[in-house]
């Protein structure tokens, strides 16, 4: 199979060529490939190579693969190949999904609260090596540290290098065949067990900077932390890192660090640059913080995974919002770059172009999926375009080289918050194209409709209720409107979330997007009720910061359920079609079979099959033939579907032996293409009866 650059071979063969094509790399004759990745001499001899380089499948975050070995005629003969349990190296890890590396035939994944890297055999699931990092203040700490997605690996002068960011906030270089770590790369680290060489402590002087006595505690929680859960990004030979942070809905205080993103040189680890995500004086964005709040407050971290476009030498990096969720009235102003998509010069770190997706964002809004890059026709010219899934069931589609939106987007009046103190943006951006791909706000008639009488107890239900449109604000206990709380939708678990993965089809234009219905209704209390002033028991309850906020989440007011169903209509799941080239969608399908509880409930008594969709986010790949995800039937049970691309209808269906819990994805090992699902525990191989 021949090497190819993503954006030097005819479109759209080109974004495929990220998937499945093998890039040899400098050692097999390959450096003319690096050098037109970048111009520079930084990229030559270092690719990215196999079938599932990147765990979003390839740099563009397409999540596919032109692999048809398995197709829809054969798709329900799919059998276990091997399943790989790593109980036996502690807590479960729900969100990882290996790399493959074809040269040795391994599978790299993160397993554990411990994100112990594990290699496996590609054709048995046997495990070949490990490598655990030793425990430190900053592991015990990190909230994330059961969250991690998986590793980075590009192929560095012919050898396959493994990156790590474990949840201590280090990055490790691991030789991908043996699992020891890279000799020359970083510098040394002065915790017991660490190794001599092959780290970047990413929170010290190499990385963002700080000081501290202790590198294993780092720096006072009084000050914050930080943390990951997605992998670094291999783009030109640069190693570009992100973070995570403790949960927005957690935090009591209002002092915090910024989530500032990183570039490493792959082969050396030396520090390239560092993009600051909260901008001081004289950078853009520092009048969006109206009381200079960027001194002290924090987050803004970048804990979705990132894409990358080799040609044009960006990085795309989407963040979720900053300290805290629910309330920012310590922080006026629209709070630049919190809730955005920045597009990063991967050689020096500079802002190319940035699009702030929530204004002063308090609805815990995260930008929670890899931006999605492909190359489409608008009105008959090919355009370079950027598309972000939302929670908000909004997809925003710019062009990545300038960041433009393609089609307008308008900024309109949203409603105010009521909470003493709160200074929300007086308009948010909405796009005209296109639509929203899923329910946005709450009416009556957005109400369950199976019967007048399940309506009306549902309006009953939320007669307590503040409801409204997109971005109805929280409401504050004992608030002047007389309401319990209120319910906004969709909520932190609506649109598309962490487990909705969606996937692209460079052949036709068209984006797969899961979503699902929900809505939120957290009171807001004084944040001196929750806040025990540091002396939790448990060490993760140990806030960060000093200065408690007026207020804080406090506990949900959810209306429950309407005779045993949700009070919205169906469907309670779903996959759009969305055409990238016209912004118009094509069709819906539910995921997954309608719940038995809903098909026996009394009201549906001989009515057809309503199609609610199990209520679940679904993991999802494209391929040649179809598109396939993961999900349940009636009973809860859980399947691969694969369905049409072109009408969304089902061709068939295999039932696997565990929940997919966040990502699938597929490679080719000797003659034989693997389906790989994530679990509470492990991994599961599909494969074709030998």
């Known amino acids: 199979m021949s090497r190819r650059s993503f954006r030097s071979i005819p ?316 309330y920012g009235g310590f922080r006026p102003g629209d709070n630049l770059f919190s809730t955005s998509l920045i597009a990063l010069d991967v050689e020096t770190g500079e802002r190319a172009w940035h699009y702030q997706l929530v204004h002063h964002d308090i609805w815990n809004y995260d930008t929670p999926q890899v931006p999605v890059l492909a190359d489409v026709m608008i009105d008959g010219v090919e355009t370079p375009i950027i598309a972000q899934v939302t929670k908000q069931a909004f997809l925003y589609v710019l062009n990545r080289e300038t960041g433009e939106p393609i089609w307008p987007i308008e900024e309109r009046p949203v409603p105010q918050s009521h909470i003493p103190g709160e200074q929300l943006a007086p308009t948010q951006p909405f796009p005209t194209r296109p639509a929203p791909y899923d329910m946005q706000g709450l009416t009556e008639d957005d109400l369950i409709d199976f019967s007048p009488e399940l309506r009306q107890q549902a309006i009953e239900a939320l007669a307590d209720f503040e409801i409204g449109p997109l971005f109805t604000p929280p409401l504050q206990r004992d608030n002047d409107l007389g309401k319990r709380a209120a319910l906004w939708c969709p909520a932190d678990v609506g649109g598309t979330n962490i487990d909705g993965t969606p996937a692209f089809d460079p052949e036709t234009g068209i984006i797969y997007v899961p979503s699902q219905k ?93 199609r609610t969709g199990s209520g679940r986010q679904a993991a999802m790949f494209a391929t040649p033939d179809m598109l396939v995800y993961a999900g349940h039937d009636s009973d809860r049970t859980p399947h691969l579907f694969a369905v049409s691309k072109e009408t969304g209808e089902e061709l068939a269906r295999v039932e696997i032996p565990d929940n997919n819990r966040y990502h699938l994805m597929t490679y080719m090992h000797e003659g034989r293409q693997y389906i790989i699902a994530s679990t509470n525990g492990g991994n599961f191989a599909m494969a074709l009866p030998n």
């Not at 006595?213 to 943390?227: F, K, W």
């Not at 007026?550 to 949700?566: E, H, K, N, T, Y």
Request: glycine fraction near 12%; charge should be negative.
């Open 11 to 326: 479109s759209p063969t080109r974004w495929a060529a990220l998937g499945s094509a093998v890039l040899l790399g400098a050692a097999c004759g390959g450096e003319g490939m690096a050098s037109s990745m970048n111009g520079g001499s930084r990229a030559e001899g270092v690719d990215v190579e196999g079938d599932w380089p990147v765990i979003t499948g390839n740099l563009a975050g397409q999540r596919y693969t032109d692999l048809t070995q398995i197709d829809p005629t054969n798709f329900a003969d799919l059998e276990v190949a091997w399943e790989y349990d790593a109980s036996h190296l502690g807590a479960v890890n729900a969100r990882s999904i290996p790399v493959y590396v074809a040269d040795h035939g391994l599978l790299v994944n993160v397993h554990s609260e411990y994100r112990t890297v594990v290699a496996t055999d590609a054709a048995t699931g046997e495990e070949v090596w490990t490598y655990t990092e030793p425990e430190t203040f900053r592991w015990a700490y990190s909230m994330r540290k059961n969250h991690g997605k998986g590793v980075a690996y590009a192929n560095i002068d012919g050898r396959d290098v493994v990156f790590l960011i474990s949840p201590a906030f280090f990055l490790h270089a691991l030789d991908a065949a043996t699992g020891e770590h890279i000799e020359g790369f970083g510098s040394p680290v002065d915790i017991p067990g660490f190794p001599e060489t092959g780290v970047v402590d990413l929170l010290g002087p190499e990385g963002l900077g700080y000081e501290y006595e202790n590198a294993s505690d780092g720096i006072p929680l009084e000050q914050g932390y930080i943390t990951s859960s997605s992998p670094a990004l291999v783009v030109n030979g640069v190693v570009v890192v992100g973070n995570s942070a403790e949960q927005g809905y957690n935090q009591t205080r209002r002092e915090n660090i910024p989530g500032d993103i990183l570039g490493y040189d792959a082969r050396t680890g030396g520090k390239l640059w560092k993009f600051d995500v909260l901008p001081g004086p004289g950078e853009v964005g520092h009048e969006t913080w109206e009381n200079d709040a960027w001194e002290w407050t924090g987050d803004i971290s970048s804990w979705a995974p990132l894409s990358g476009d080799p040609e044009l030498g960006l990085v795309y990096v989407p963040t979720n919002g900053a300290t805290q969720d629910y």
């Open 518 to 610: 929900g809505c939120s209704a957290r009171i807001i209390i004084p944040g001196s009720e929750k806040d025990d002033g540091g002396m939790a028991d448990d060490l993760e309850d140990q806030p960060t910061g000093t200065t408690i906020t007026d207020w804080v989440p406090g506990p949900s007011a959810s209306p429950g359920r309407i005779d045993g169903l949700p009070y919205w209509k169906a469907p309670y799941s779903k996959i759009t079609a969305i055409d990238l080239n016209t912004g118009e969608h094509l069709w819906w399908t539910p995921i997954g079979d309608t719940p038995r509880n809903v098909l026996d409930h009394p009201a549906l008594e001989g009515q057809p099959d309503p």
